[in-house]
């Protein structure tokens, strides 16, 4: 695997690999990577020639008052599993080679109405900066391919919708949610869990399903649904920030005669903040 941490040397190596017929698959990442990443990474082998993989923790998606500075760093372990995965190109870049002129002058990428609800309601700023180190990175890497997780359900909605948008010439890839045992979602926030609280973190998992079990057992009242999930959640202890049934391609509240559904949650624990969703056909 070769390691590049400037635009001009990695987009040198890739024009090579183009130029020898290659497809370009491109997984971009914060780091502190674990199972779920490397299946992303997986998943881009199988469909492409060529896998690069971006590890930057991007500051302009952070909130003032949220984790950017304490966010974990295992450089020297995720490139041994970048390695084991066998990726080939690994950029990681540092802040003043993805924002030269400083994230303040930025040029940004907006994405309205889809990232004013649920985790852009308690996260405002944040899918800006997502939609805009997004934008960069495919402007750079220029994949064929680019592979996201479901788990982060919004996040790929809102990509798909920019690269709809601005006629961005990549593929967008949606690669299952990897869990534990006991249906948690795997995340590098896991790891701010407490032993104590992680055996009843599932119940964001089971609630979700559950509401998805009662739609598909016809019903409809998806307010009441909404209410009595929140209720399951706080009875295990945990605040809800949200739980929606929403239409799966722009996340307004789902409609009666909906066919795509997505349920989305996100509650907090003492030291995280967890997200999931399932996805239902009616
Ligand atoms: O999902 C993430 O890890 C980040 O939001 C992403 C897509 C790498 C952008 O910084």
Known sequence: MQVF????????????ARRDGKTIGFVPTMGNLHDAHIELVNLARKQCDVVVVSIFVNRLQFGLNEDWDTYPRTMQADMAKLRAANCDYLFHPDEAEIYPNGMDEQTKVICPAMTDVLCGASRPGHFEGVTTVVAKLFNIVQP???VF????FQQLAVIRRMVEDLCIPV??????????DDGL????????????????????????????DEIKSGRKDFAALEDEARAKIEQAGFKVDYFSICNSKDLQPAAHDDSEITILGAMYTSGARLIDNVSVSV
């Open 5 to 16: 941490h400037h635009v001009a040397s990695l987009r040198e190596a890739l024009a090579e």
């Open 144 to 146: 064929k391919k680019a």
């Open 149 to 152: 997780g479901i788990k982060d």
């Open 171 to 180: 593929e967008i890839v949606a690669a299952p949610v990897h869990r534990e």
């Open 185 to 212: 979602a795997m995340s590098s926030r896991n790891g701010y869990l407490s032993e104590e609280e992680r055996p009843r973190v599932a119940i964001l998992n089971r609630s979700l399903n559950w509401v998805s």
